[in-house]
Structures are given as structure tokens and as C-alpha cells.
């Protein structure tokens, strides 16, 4: 079996990359074969894996523009059983071209389906926008994966997100499905976190995962180094969780 998951909230800066990176890790130190797609034009997967941007041949800008065949654009990372299409910023580029293109919402799906065989899993990391590449990630899905900051305002935008997700079910993915709600950088030292996660419950509750990801300093570490948690800092709390988050995501099957 063979699934794809969007890693999505256009929201910034509430944990999609680093749950790209970490839980692609974390499925492939669990034996899962694993492509990360970095459709973000930061680029930040690419690099949090330790990819240098100055060395891609290929990236998803070329699948998606220029028809590059995906298989020529995939890269092996220093994680066995963890592959990435990287992101350079010339996917800056992509919103505005791929405007006046045919079938332009569903181009990720169509390539996709040439290397989806050879995965487990397929994590596409997403935009913080709902524009037209958060789009193809979402017609391209089995699930959509959100992540949620444990902050004040940690349900704003969600309606978007949501009416963007039925939308695509309507339109353009009728099987798309929730994957799963993952509530991120939980401090345990404020009543806040625990408010959050009670409210975020009540909205989606057996959404939510079990597994709730804490602030931790070295899973912020990890991507200067280019590194998962898993191979910089393996006895971290954050590598703990996002293997444990890698083990629930596969017993939810
Ligand atoms: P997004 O991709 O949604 O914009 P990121 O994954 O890049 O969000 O996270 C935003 C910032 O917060 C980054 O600097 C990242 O290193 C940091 N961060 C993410 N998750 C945690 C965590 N659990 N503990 C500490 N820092 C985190
Ligand atoms: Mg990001």
C-alpha cells in the first residue's frame, strides 16, 4: 500500500516542515520506503535534509512546469529509505505560471502517479498559502496532515483550510480524507497549551493525534545542520515523539 499525505495550514511557522522532515524520518527509521515532496518555494525540507540548493539538477519546479519526469528529480537523503524531490526559489515562479496552464490543479497528481509505486509513503510538504500549489498537494493526496501550533489563535484560518479541503473534495479529490490534526509546540508549563488542546479536540476530536509534539530546542537545531532529529540528536524528546508520531500515523491504517 501506498499513501499520500499533505502536510498542510496556510499558516507560517506552525511545525509543517519540521513534521515533514522529522515524521519522513521517523517512517523510515520504522522501515518505511519514503519520498518527501518539498513544494514550498523556502525550500527549508530541501535544506533541513541537507541538501545544498546550489547542487539541484532538478526540482519539483521542473516536474511541474517543465515536465521533467519525477524519477529524474528525486534525491537520496543520509536517511536510508528517505528520498526528496527538492524545492529551489525558482518555484517562486510556479504560482503565477502555472495560472495559464491546462489542468493546472492537477499536475502533482499526474506526476505522482509515475513514482508512487516504488513508496510507502508520500509527504508533500506544503506552502503557507492556499494557493495553486497547495492546491495540486491537496488534488494530489490520499490525506491531508495538519498541523496545529499550541498558541492563542490556534484555531484561526482552520475554517479556510477546511472549506479549501471541501472544496477540492467537491471539485477536484472526491476521496480526500483527514488524515489526522497534530497539535505542535506544547509547552507544559502553560495553562494555554492545555486550553488549546482542549479546544482543538472539541473541533476535530478522534482527529487529533495521541502523539502531541512539545517545544523543543533541539528539533529547532536540526534543520542548521541539516539534519532530521532522528540522525542529530537521536535521544532527544523531539526524535521520541516523531517516532512515536511515525508509529501512529502507520497504526491508523
Ligand atoms: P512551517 O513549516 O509551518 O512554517 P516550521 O516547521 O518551519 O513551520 O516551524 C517554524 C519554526 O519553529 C522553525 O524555526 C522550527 O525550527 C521551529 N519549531 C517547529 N517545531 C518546533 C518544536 N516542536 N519545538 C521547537 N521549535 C520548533
Ligand atoms: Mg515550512
Redesign the pocket.
Known amino acids: 500500500m501506498s499513501k499520500i499525505i499533505a502536510i498542510a ?1 496556510q ?9 515533514s522532515v522529522n515524521l519522513g524520518a521517523g517512517l523510515a527509521t520504522i522501515g518505511k520506503k519514503v519520498l518527501l515532496i518539498d513544494i ?1 518555494p523556502q525550500g ?1 525540507t530541501t535544506s533541513g535534509v541537507g541538501i545544498n540548493k546550489a547542487d539541484v539538477e532538478n526540482c519539483i519546479y521542473d516536474v511541474l512546469i517543465n515536465e521533467v519526469n519525477p524519477k529524474d528529480a528525486i534525491s537520496p537523503t543520509e536517511i536510508e529509505g528517505l528520498d526528496i524531490i527538492p524545492a529551489t526559489i525558482q518555484l517562486a515562479g510556479a504560482e503565477i505560471e502555472l495560472v495559464s496552464t491546462v489542468s493546472r490543479e492537477v499536475r502533482l497528481k499526474k506526476s505522482l502517479e509515475q513514482v508512487k509505486r516504488f513508496y510507502d509513503y508520500i509527504l508533500i ?1 506544503c506552502p ?1 498559502s492556499l494557493g495553486i500549489l497547495t492546491l495540486n498537494s491537496l488534488t494530489a493526496a490520499d490525506s491531508v496532515l495538519i ?1 496545529i501550533q499550541c498558541e492563542y489563535y490556534a484555531l484561526e484560518g482552520l475554517s479556510q483550510l477546511l472549506n479549501t479541503v471541501r472544496l477540492v473534495q467537491k471539485h477536484l479529490n472526491t476521496s480526500l480524507q483527514i488524515e489526522g490534526v497534530l497539535l ?2 506544547f509547552d507544559a508549563r502553560t495553562n494555554l497549551g492545555i486550553q488549546v488542546i482542549e479546544e482543538v479536540k472539541k473541533y476535530f476530536q478522534q482527529k487529533v493525534y495521541k502523539t502531541v ?5 533541539r ?2 537545531e536540526a ?1 542548521s545542520h541539516g539534519q532530521s532529529i532522528i540522525t542529530y540528536d537521536p535521544r532527544s524528546k ?1 526524535a521520541e515523539v516523531y517516532l512515536e508520531l511515525a508509529k501512529e500515523v502507520v497504526s491508523n491504517e
Open positions: 495550514n499558516k507560517g511557522g506552525v511545525g509543517k516542515t519540521t513534521t514550498d527549508n510538504d503557507p498541523p505542535t509546540m509534539i512539545p517545544r523543543n530546542v528539533l529547532s534543520p523531539g
